[in-house]
């Protein structure tokens, strides 16, 4: 039996629509990673960017366990001495919604060359509505041990 490596122009993708509302931040930023990679089908492969689009709605919804609102920090740096500022998630979630759930399936995904074409595939949205219903996507439900 031989293995079947697939080629750039027999790749097709799909669209998957994902509700985040009331799920864990790291549990479902890893599910959305591994369907960005491609993982979820049979013919993965790791040299090429073979995985699909995911549109998430209510992305400012998920929950984060213990003391994550307050405790968890995020930095930026502008290169300047003394740029270093940083906001924990609490506040991040007033200012800009979507970034926390951003950064952490940016953190899932391989840090190589297909990161940020990966990163495209992925939509963010903080209402239920968005405007991708014309590639009719797929309503997936993430199962898993959402506790």
């Known amino acids: 039996m031989k293995t079947k490596v697939l080629k750039k122009n027999e790749i097709i993708r799909k669209w ?15 599910r959305i990673a591994r369907i960005l990679i491609g993982k979820n089908k049979p013919h993965y492969t790791p040299h090429l960017d073979c995985g699909d689009f995911v549109v998430v709605v209510n992305a400012d919804k998920f929950r984060v366990t213990g003391k994550k609102m307050k405790n968890k920090l995020y930095y930026s740096h502008s290169f300047y001495p003394g740029g270093l500022k940083t906001i924990n998630l609490e506040l991040l979630l007033k200012k800009h919604p979507e970034r926390a759930l951003y950064h952490a399936v940016s953190g899932m995904l391989p840090k190589n060359k297909l990161r940020q074409r990966r990163l495209k595939r ?8 968005h405007p991708h219903t014309s590639q009719s996507p797929e309503k997936i439900q993430l199962t898993g041990n959402e506790e």
């Open 16 to 30: 998957y629509v994902v509700d985040a509302t009331d799920k864990i931040l790291g549990r479902l930023a890893s």
């Open 122 to 129: 992925l939509k963010l949205y903080t209402s239920a509505d």
